[in-house]
């Protein structure tokens, strides 16, 4: 076997892992990555997946799919202000506190988002969600009448592990 082939089954068996994961309390992280932006006022947080990350997202509490729908559009850089024309798969959930919105985009080099999900479909906290294929972003829009975000600008993530909010009145789980 040549040392080409051996780096790149070393990359790609690292970078489309898949490690079980312990799913954790409150409302968890949908991906891994570290936080970009965050805006409590709005519930809203961002997640820059490096190539190092996980990539495999995931159900941040119990919820049912409301929509799914795959936007085709640009490839930039998805740190980049112009994100928002990049393409990317936007899912509505229906939860216990509200409707929440996760917008998954692709970036410079990820070009692919796989779906693991359908509409109407129930989904458990930590269930799969998606592929995200290299590095990309992952925002989270939560009704920010009934949570309180505990995240900050440069944290680390963990996808179904890391608690990014809770509920205000209290536990969600």
């Known amino acids: 076997m040549s040392a080409a082939f051996i780096c790149l089954t070393v990359f790609f068996a690292t970078v489309f892992r898949d490690p ?5 309390n409150g409302i968890v992280s949908p991906a891994d990555g570290t936080v970009r932006e965050v805006t409590p006022e709005k ?7 490096a190539l190092r990350n996980v990539h495999v997202t ?3 509490f119990d919820a049912t799919v409301v929509k799914a729908v795959r936007i085709r559009g640009k490839h930039k850089p998805a740190f ?18 509200g409707d929440v919105s996760i917008v998954q985009m ?9 779906p693991y999900i359908r509409e109407g479909q129930p ?3 930590g269930a799969k969600l998606s592929l995200i294929r290299f590095g990309s972003r992952v925002d989270i829009r939560l009704p ?3 949570v309180q975000i505990l995240v900050q600008k440069g944290q680390r993530l963990y996808a179904g ?3 990014i909010a809770e509920v205000r009145d209290g536990p969600m789980d």
């Open 43 to 49: 519930g809203f947080v961002s997640i820059y997946l």
């Open 58 to 60: 995931r159900a941040p």
């Open 106 to 114: 692709t970036g410079a080099i990820a070009r692919r988002i796989v």
């Open 80 to 97: 980049s202000k112009s994100t928002p024309s990049n393409e990317r798969v936007e899912i509505d959930l229906s939860t216990a506190i």
């Open 161 to 163: 592990r890391t608690c």
């Open 20 to 24: 079980p994961r312990k799913i954790g």
């Open 144 to 146: 920010p009448d009934q």
């Open 123 to 125: 989904l458990a906290k």
